[in-house]
């Protein structure tokens, strides 16, 4: 079965400073991969996704990842953050099954300190 | 908004209640499920319908009663809940060949 790990449960990052959080897979073919963000109160929202091709992907918001199948890891980053981007962030692994499902991992709280 | 829409946002009731949460979305996904979200848990998935056809039922209890009844809409029957059942449920479309899913703002459930 497919498996998600944030190893993270929290993050605190000064405004401007560089961003990552940390993503590792288990899945036994080639992953779907995904990043959410989640504010308070509402639901998940895309921030990008990998289905194949060039293994560094451009999302929204300013936010990259990078697949690394050597590593099994689909790592977030954000060259500035900026207040805003406190929130929850989701990783998670798409099952082709007929129809898509996802299994996400526990989340990663991002802080943002002054 | 999302294109996905939930309601009640917010919802309190009583262990000997009967209550629906409602989901519509109008992205002509075909594909619509439901998630809880629990604090310090991963989003557990609770039901799957591809094309209006319940794909997946993940163990769930039977006082959760599942309903589509068309590819825009769809429902979470509720009755006899218990207190750990507060959680945030969210519901999410999909079209197959995306994979990615939209998803709701959810509604936050209260069991008293």
């Known amino acids: 079965a497919q498996s998600v790990t944030q190893p993270d449960i929290h993050i605190t990052v000064s405004e401007g400073a560089s961003l990552e959080l940390r993503c590792n897979y288990s899945?036994?073919?080639?992953?779907?991969l995904f990043w959410y963000v989640q504010s308070p109160g509402q639901g998940l929202q895309l921030l990008l996704k990998?289905?194949?091709?060039?293994?560094l992907v451009q999302g929204i918001k300013g936010f990259e990842a990078e697949f690394k199948r050597s590593q099994s890891s689909f790592n977030l980053r954000k060259p500035s953050v900026h207040w805003s981007d406190a929130a929850e962030y989701f990783c998670?692994?798409?099952?082709?099954?007929?129809?898509?499902?996802?299994?996400f991992g526990k989340g990663t709280m991002l802080l943002v300190s002054p | 908004e999302t294109g996905v829409t939930q309601t009640p946002r917010h919802l309190v009731m009583g262990m000997t209640n009967k209550k629906s949460l409602k989901c519509e979305q109008h992205?002509?996904?075909?594909?619509m499920y439901w998630y809880k979200q629990s604090a310090k848990k991963p989003l557990e998935l609770m039901f799957v319908?591809?094309?209006?056809?319940?794909?997946e039922n993940n163990s769930v209890p039977s006082r959760f009663s599942p309903e589509c009844p068309n590819s825009s809409h769809l429902f979470l029957h509720l009755h006899t809940l218990q207190p750990e059942d507060s959680a945030l449920y969210l519901c999410?479309?999909?079209?197959?060949?995306?994979?990615?899913?939209?998803f709701g703002s959810g509604t936050r459930l209260t069991v008293v």
């Open positions: 999410a479309s999909s079209q197959d060949n995306n994979y990615g899913y939209t």
């Open positions: 990998y289905f194949s091709g060039d293994t």
């Open positions: 899945y036994g073919a080639t992953p779907y």
């Open positions: 319908y591809n094309f209006k056809e319940q794909t």
């Open positions: 992205l002509g996904h075909n594909a």
């Open positions: 998670a692994v798409g099952v082709i099954a007929g129809y898509s499902t996802l299994t």
